[in-house]
């Protein structure tokens, strides 16, 4: 019995708007997260994670679903979209840039 898909907010991250707009294209197309699925292949556990923005695919996986679905380039844009808020959010949680510590000996 397939799950209830996850509602996503598109305004809410890139993410949400990748998973949002690939669902939106593979119903429109008709098709199955199986069926969408043979096309990579991955399974259909994984275009489900695609769809929920819990993990998303690589780039040449994404241009082949693009073409699959028809989708014009949409997919292509916003993975790369979702990729670049990916890579502030990594940047971000990076460590600060450590200083060297001033030594005691070299205050009298």
């Known amino acids: 019995m397939p799950q209830e898909p996850r509602t996503l907010d598109p ?3 890139a993410c949400d708007r990748f ?3 690939l669902r939106h294209w593979r119903l429109l197309r008709q098709l199955s997260q199986a ?3 043979t096309v990579l292949p ?3 556990d994984q275009i489900a994670k695609y769809e929920k923005a819990v993990r998303g ?3 040449k996986a994404v241009e082949r679903i693009d073409v699959h679905l028809e989708a014009g380039g949409e997919l292509v844009t916003l993975w790369a ?3 670049a808020e990916r890579e502030v959010a990594r940047s971000s949680r ?3 840039a450590t200083r060297p ?3 005691s000996a070299s205050h009298p």
């Open 11 to 13: 305004t809410l991250s």
């Open 19 to 21: 998973g949002a707009v």
């Open 35 to 37: 069926q969408l699925a």
């Open 42 to 44: 991955v399974t259909p």
């Open 57 to 59: 695919p690589g780039q």
């Open 81 to 83: 979209e979702r990729e």
């Open 94 to 96: 990076a460590p600060p």
């Open 101 to 103: 510590r001033a030594s």
